[in-house]
């Protein structure tokens, strides 16, 4: 491991009213589960450092409430995000067919439009019985869109790391690649050692393959 390598990620969970997102989030983060359902208002963020390949990764993890008044304020939080989950509930047929309006809110609010966007789908709560939404028709969905399906229980602790793990491993490759894009684009116009952009993530270069993201609105790409 190179613990020079260290990169901010901030990664945000979406779907529909009580499908388990903030019950996923807990178990990731805190390894516990709740029976009790609190719905999220607004939004949380909890934090959880891993270290994928040789680098550390600090991801940010924003939980957001499924309530319908909380929907345009949702969507807000997709900029500068680097990769979202969508989350539905197995046992709850309409919270599965509210993902294409889920995704397309995402697509729509990501700068500048990507389909490439990270996201991978959970389906949540297979501890139950009474599923409503076969695990064919859902990994058909997800084939279609060309985003990896987990399904999961908050509840029995089934896949939750793998799907977190995926996406943040999807999320860092988007952004070194976008890193190297840039960086080569600059190179070849012979730009200055420092140079300054708008309109990419938040990062800072300090050395070769080192980057983490930056507070402040501008993206610099340090080339010496
Ligand atoms: N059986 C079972 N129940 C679950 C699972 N995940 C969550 N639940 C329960 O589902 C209810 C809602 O879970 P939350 O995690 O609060 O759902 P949410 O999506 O965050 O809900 P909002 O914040 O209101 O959008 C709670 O009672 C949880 O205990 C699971 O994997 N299996
Ligand atoms: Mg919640």
């Known amino acids: 491991m190179n613990p020079r390598k260290k990169v901010d990620l ?18 990731y983060v805190h390894k516990t589960f709740y029976e009790d359902y609190q719905t999220t208002l607004g939004a949380s ?19 957001t409430g499924g309530q319908e008044r909380f929907r345009s304020m949702v969507s807000t939080f997709y900029k500068g995000s680097d990769g979202c989950i969508l989350a539905f509930d197995v046992t709850d047929l309409e919270s599965f067919e509210a993902l294409d309006t889920w995704r397309g809110d995402v697509l729509a609010k990501t700068i500048p439009m990507e389909p ?9 709560k297979i501890d139950l019985a009474d599923r409503q939404v076969p695990q064919e028709v859902a990994q058909g ?44 684009m600059l190179s070849q116009t012979g730009s200055a050692p420092v140079a300054r952009t708008h309109g990419l993530r938040l990062c800072q270069c300090n050395e070769r393959g080192s980057f983490s993201h930056l507070p402040e609105a501008a993206f610099h790409l340090n080339l010496e």
């Open 116 to 124: 490439s966007y990270p996201m991978v789908v959970l389906g949540n």
């Open 141 to 184: 969905w997800c084939k279609e869109k060309d985003i990896p399906y987990f399904e999961v229980s908050a509840k029995n602790d089934i896949n939750v790391v793998q799907a977190f793990e995926m996406l943040a491993s999807r999320a860092l490759s988007r952004l070194g690649a976008r890193i190297a894009e840039r960086t080569e």
């Open 10 to 27: 901030k990664l945000i969970i979406i779907g529909a009213l009580g499908v388990g997102k903030t019950s996923l989030l807990h178990q």
């Open 45 to 63: 963020i909890l934090s959880k450092i891993i270290i994928l390949d040789d680098t550390t990764l600090k991801l940010q993890i924003w939980d």
